[in-house]
C-alpha cells in the first residue's frame, strides 16, 4: 500500500459528458501527478501538480484540466469524453525538495469506460 | 517517438530461472531510471530505481544493470516465482521533478 487514495475505482460515462476522479496524496508529499494508462500500454504523463499550481503537462489537450488542493489532494477533470478517454487513471504522489527524491508512488487508479 | 523503448513484449520463465528485462533510451539528460511491476487491477508499483552514476544496483533477487555509454539498463529477477507474475514497466526522468517516460511494458509469466 502507498497511501495514495482513488475515487472512485470504476466509472461509466457516456461520449460528451464529464468526469472528475480524484486524489489524495500519500502523507508528507506535496506533489502529485496524473497519468493515464490504456489497456496494454504504459502510463502516459497527463500533467504535474506542486504548490497548488501545474508544473508540467504532457500531450493532452486542454478539455483534461486539474487542481491541486492545500492538503495536496488533488482532482483530474476530463470535459467533452471521447471513446478513446478510457483508460485507466492514475494518481502519484512524490515529494519535490526538502530531501524528497522525487520518488513516484501510484494509487490503484480510477477504471474510466466511455460509451 | 518513443523515448523508452522495452523488450521483450512477453517472457516466459520457469520458477527458478533468470527473468531478464532490457530498456533502451534516447534522452541523454535522463538521470533517475525506476522499474515498476503491476498486477492486474492494480496501479504500479515502485521494485528499484537506479540513477546512472552507479552501473549496478541490487535489492533482494531484483537487480538492474546499467550501461551509460549505450543508453541501456535492464532488469534481472533471481529465483523467480509465480508470485513475480505481472507486468513490468521501466521508466527514465530527468530531474527530480520530471514526469517519467514509461515503456510499453513486459508481461511476465513464471511457470511453476
Known amino acids: 500500500e502507498t497511501g495514495v487514495t482513488q475515487s472512485p475505482t470504476h466509472l461509466i460515462k457516456t461520449r460528451g459528458q464529464q468526469v472528475t476522479l480524484r486524489c489524495s496524496s500519500q502523507?508528507?508529499?506535496?506533489?502529485v501527478s496524473w497519468y493515464q494508462q490504456a489497456l496494454g500500454q504504459g502510463p502516459q504523463f497527463i500533467f504535474q501538480?506542486?504548490?497548488?499550481?501545474?508544473?508540467g503537462r504532457g500531450n493532452f489537450p486542454p478539455r483534461f484540466s486539474g487542481l491541486q488542493f492545500p492538503n495536496y489532494s488533488s482532482e483530474l477533470n476530463v470535459n467533452a469524453l471521447e471513446l478513446d478517454d478510457s483508460a485507466l487513471y492514475l494518481c502519484?504522489?512524490?515529494?519535490?525538495?526538502?530531501?524528497?527524491?522525487?520518488?513516484?508512488?501510484f494509487g490503484e487508479g480510477s477504471r474510466l469506460t466511455v460509451l | 517517438q518513443q523515448q523508452v523503448k522495452q523488450s521483450p513484449q512477453s517472457l516466459i520463465v520457469q520458477k527458478g530461472g533468470i527473468s531478464i528485462i532490457n530498456c533502451a533510451y534516447e534522452?541523454?539528460?535522463?538521470?533517475?531510471f525506476p522499474w515498476y511491476q503491476q498486477f492486474p487491477g492494480k496501479g504500479p508499483a515502485l521494485l528499484i530505481a537506479?540513477?546512472?552514476?552507479?552501473s549496478e544496483k541490487k535489492e533482494g533477487r531484483f537487480t538492474i544493470s546499467f550501461n551509460k555509454s549505450a543508453k541501456q539498463f535492464s532488469l534481472h529477477i533471481m529465483d523467480s516465482q509465480p508470485g513475480d507474475s505481472a507486468t513490468y514497466f521501466c521508466?527514465?526522468?530527468?530531474?527530480?521533478?520530471?514526469?517519467?517516460?514509461f515503456g510499453k511494458g513486459t508481461k511476465l509469466s513464471v511457470k511453476p
Open positions: 502519484a504522489s512524490s515529494l519535490a525538495g526538502r530531501g524528497g527524491d522525487g520518488e513516484l508512488f
Open positions: 502523507s508528507g508529499h506535496n506533489t
Open positions: 501538480y506542486y504548490r497548488e499550481e501545474e508544473n
Open positions: 534522452n541523454t539528460a535522463f538521470d533517475y
Open positions: 537506479i540513477r546512472p552514476d552507479v
Open positions: 521508466a527514465a526522468r530527468r530531474g527530480s521533478q520530471g514526469n517519467l517516460i
